[in-house]
């Protein structure tokens, strides 16, 4: 079956730093974009971040620029989220997703498969 699973989330401290996973069973990344996207209480769906294919460009909400890093391990099937200098308004939950295309949608309608979710808190 085609699945992805999120994993990596939990409560942090402003300033500090979780990593992210998610990986994909039933299919292989190899061919996919790779997208994280994260949903707050009452607020729609973010494009947070997202890795083409092949090329390995990545692109970032203005929110997270400097902060956060995606990446890929094609060889695991895994895609990574780094999140540093974590803030409250981080806290959300986070959910990967993935495509058949080359390059980055911000749109989560491009995107055919999603992870359940990983939830991060960042509260002091």
């Known amino acids: 079956q085609v699945q992805l699973v999120e994993s990596g989330g939990g409560l942090v401290q402003p300033g500090g730093s979780l990593r992210l996973s998610c990986t994909a069973s039933?299919?292989?990344?190899?061919?996919?974009?790779i997208g994280w996207f994260r949903q707050a209480p009452g607020k729609e769906r973010e494009g947070v971040s997202c890795i083409n294919r092949s090329d390995g460009k990545t692109y970032y909400a203005d929110s997270v620029k400097g902060r956060f890093t995606i990446s890929r391990d094609n060889a695991k099937s895994t895609a990574y989220l780094q999140m540093n200098s974590l803030k409250p308004e981080d806290t959300a939950v986070y959910y990967c997703?993935?495509?058949?295309?080359?390059?980055?949608?911000?749109?989560?309608?491009?995107?055919?498969?999603w992870g359940q979710g990983t939830q991060v808190t960042v509260s002091s």
């Open positions: 997703a993935t495509a058949r295309r080359h390059y980055c949608s911000t749109y989560g309608s491009e995107y055919d498969y």
């Open positions: 039933g299919f292989s990344l190899d061919y996919n974009v």
